[in-house]
């Protein structure tokens, strides 16, 4: 029983010895990670052979060389998501500027523009001369027409739209 505990010590010592005489080889590969092995790369990179326990100041090295580039992506892809974003803001911009551009008037805008004409009528004839007119009851017929035109839009402009009356007709009205 000694003896079988004095081989199997001595092949366990001498299996230790062994491995810790063992090749153990480093190399960076090209995204900065550090390799250990047994066997050299098979492409062979440009490797070391170490002798001693690997430390872990390589792999810090290679983790912040690995951290810096990748924070490096990390900045770049959130500087081009920026720019795709600012430019389609700004195409979606644009197009609605357009669309506000070409879209047709609300019942509104188009009663406003009609009632400002009309305004702007009447402070044209009375703004003129009566010799335009001929008389002062043919300038107060000219204004009342106007005047007229514009209660009906303010009042029903369904009815000021529907029933266009000509100058023409309200002059030919009898008095």
């Known amino acids: 029983m000694k003896l079988l505990n004095i081989l199997i010590i001595s092949l366990l010592t001498l299996m230790c010895v062994t491995i810790l005489n063992a090749k153990v080889y480093t190399w960076t590969d ?14 062979g990179e440009d490797y070391e052979v170490q002798t001693e326990p690997p430390t872990s100041q390589p792999v810090e090295e290679a983790d912040k060389k690995r951290t810096e580039s990748e924070q490096k992506q990390i900045q770049d892809l959130t500087r081009e998501a920026d720019e795709i974003l600012e430019k389609q803001q700004s195409e979606a911009k644009l197009k609605a500027e357009e669309a506000e551009k070409n879209r047709p008037p609300t019942q509104e805008e188009f009663i406003a523009a009609e009632k400002e004409k009309l305004e702007k009528k009447i402070a044209e004839l009375e703004g003129l001369p009566l010799k335009y007119f001929g008389n002062e009851k043919n300038k107060h017929r000219h204004i009342a027409y106007y005047h007229i035109r514009l209660e009906t839009l303010l009042q029903d402009p369904d009815q000021y739209y529907k029933i266009p009356k000509s100058y023409e007709e309200y002059i030919n009205q009898p008095d």
């Open 30 to 43: 090209e995204n900065g990670v550090q390799h250990y092995s047994d066997q050299p790369p098979e492409n």
